[in-house]
Antibody, heavy 131, light 107 residues
Framework: EVQLVESGGGLVKPGGSLRLSCADS????????MNWVRQAPGKGLEWVSS????????YYADSVKGRFTISRDNAKNSLYLQMNSLRAEDTAVYYC????????????????????????WGQGTLVTVSS | DIQMTQSPSSLSASVGDRVTITCQAS??????LNWYLQKPGKAPKVLIY???TLETGVPSRFSGSGSGTDFAFTISSLQPEDIATFYC?????????FGGGTKVEIK
């Protein structure tokens, strides 16, 4: 059975840091892209970051670029999100999600490989940024 | 960024009703669209990918259609367990974006 279990959320002051973890079981992590999606209280879903199965591609939403770092340890079946310089607007439930399949698109300068859809999600971990 | 506009933002219908939600993309996204269901306090769950392909194990009363910029999601016969918020999501371009959600309630 595929399971994703997030941990590491909590209360942090503005400007602080947190590291989220996602422990994965029931599948071979190295075969899948992995992703973080967040949901502010009472709001909709917002994609945060994606990392390809081979670590070749890493993407971030503009709202977190330069502050958050996604990483994975396939040997430990784990996904991580290092969050620095946290702001009040980062307050949200953070979900890790497994990517299923890929699609590619190219601009005039670069090509990108995106997850086709998110087929398994964790239960989420709440991050609250407040003084 | 590609904007995804869902409508309506909420609806109330009776058990057995046919329910349709629409999602409009701000530019052509081919069939690169997914639909998710999220029950209160739970993680989202994929129902439809590639605009019209039913995910394994998802009841056949759910369906999706469309391509380009205009998409629809239909529940052929609303059931009590379908009380949830439904989201569309495009994967044609970065950043991946979701619609604002449609909250479905039972009348």
């Amino acid at each position: 059975e595929v399971q994703l279990v997030e941990s590491g959320g909590g209360l942090v002051k503005p400007g602080g840091s947190l590291r989220l973890s996602c422990a994965d079981s029931g599948f071979t992590l190295r075969n899948y892209s992995m992703n973080w999606v967040r949901q502010a209280p009472g709001k909709g879903l917002e994609w945060v970051s994606s990392i390809s199965s081979s670590n070749t591609y890493i993407y971030y939403a503009d709202s977190v670029k330069g502050r958050f770092t996604i990483s994975r340890d396939n040997a430990k079946n784990s996904l991580y999100l290092q969050m620095n310089s946290l702001r009040a607007e980062d307050t949200a439930v953070y979900y890790c999600a497994r990517g299923r399949g890929t699609v590619e698109y190219c601009t005039s300068t670069s090509c990108y490989t995106l997850p086709r859809y998110f087929d398994y999600w964790g239960q989420g971990t709440l991050v609250t940024v407040s003084s | 960024d590609i904007q995804m506009t869902q409508s309506p933002s909420s609806l109330s219908a009776s058990v057995g009703d046919r329910v349709t939600i629409t999602c409009q993309a701000s530019q052509d996204i081919s069939n690169h669209l997914n639909w998710y269901l999220q029950k209160p306090g739970k993680a989202p769950k994929v129902l439809i990918y590639d605009a019209s392909t039913l995910e394994t194990g998802v009841p056949s009363r759910f369906s999706g259609s469309g391509s380009g910029t205009d998409f629809a999601f239909t529940i052929s016969s609303l059931q009590p367990e379908d009380i949830a918020t439904f989201y569309c999501q495009q994967y044609d371009h970065l950043p991946l974006t979701f619609g604002g959600g449609t909250k479905v309630e039972i009348k």
